[in-house]
């Protein structure tokens, strides 16, 4: 062999050997990436493995899931599949169970909201209902108060006048268009001489029958608590002809009150109007009508947007003081008593309304009346602020 030859089967052999390491390498390489694959797998199938045993713990599957769950052996294929499985079932339980438990606490948030809402608005149902009570029961006392202070001032003069008749001083002697009821011996007769009684009730009935006086009873609208006003029907209304003035609380004298188309004043202290009002109310306010009618009957309240006319117009009704262009119905009742009904209206809380003037008048069923209906009074009420 040639020297040459010899160099290039050494250099061959000493490849050779080389390659054959190289290989030997490659191989151990490759095993050890195989496992270190496997390891990486182990972990990762742990990792994934240990929320969902917790889950299994945490919702407390039936003993006999668990177990099947807890005792096969990861070692098997058959048990991997099998756990695996369950793993999915659990999983999806507990999902569910997650689901249904938000759903039901979202439920009871918005059950409680309603429940807030509702006692929300019964709060404020209860509040506006004690505030309109209290408003009524503060409107009845001013009443009571002012009845009394009346009753008081009328009882005064009917004592004073009683002692002056007693004492026998002449031009106190006479009794003209008053009523005196309810007081077992209404009126005192001095010890000589006569009493001249004109033109009254006296429920005692010592001068019924002469003088145009009557004994009947003049409907008090709340004698027991002091007010002496006139209901509807009595004989009392326009029974002072030629009369003239105002009565005890400022009205004027001479009204319709019976609705028969003729004006005459009325016995007593106080003037039935089939129409009252106040002369002024606050924007924002209730402004209340006091109404009287024939019971049985119907009524009916108008409006005009301005004073009433300086000259009223005749009509088969009686006199309307309201321009006929400009009336607004507003309100119709039906007469059941023969004391007022309110009618209440609230004012806008409008400060443009401020200043302006608004006229209302009643126009009345009435079995008095030719026509069968009247023209009440009229009223104009002034807005403040």
Known sequence: MEPGTEHDLAELTIDRSRGSRRRKKGRSKGVLGIALWIVLLAGSLWLFQRPLWSFVDRIRL????????????????A????AAANGHVVARLFYDDHAAGLARAEADVLQAEAGAARARADTVSARDAVAQREAQARAAQQAL????????????EIERIAKLVADGVENERSLERTILFGNGDDVLLPPAGNVQVQDCNVGDGDFAGSNGNVSVDPLFRAPARGDYRLGFGTVCVDAAPGVSGTDVRGAARGNDGDLD???AADMGAYE???????????????????LHGEPGSFLTLYLARTTQLPVPDATP??????PQNQLELIGMHKVLSPHALVHTVYVP????????QFSFQVLARSTAAPAGAAWGDAHTVEFTP
């Not at 039935?272 to 006091?290: C, H, M, Q, W, Y």
């Open 79 to 82: 048990a991997a599949s099998g």
């Open 272 to 290: 039935l109007r089939t129409l009252s009002a106040p002369d002024t109310v606050g924007i924002g306010k209730k402004l209340n009508f006091e």
């Open 261 to 263: 188309l003729v004006l």
């Open 145 to 156: 108060v002012e009845a009394q202070v009346e009753e008081k001032l009328a009882r005064t």
């Open 62 to 77: 039936p003993a006999v899931q668990v177990g099947r769950v807890l005792t096969r052996s990861p070692g098997s294929a």
């Open 349 to 356: 809380n409008a400060p443009g309304l401020i200043g302006m």
């Open 317 to 322: 009704f009686g006199l309307r003081w309201l």
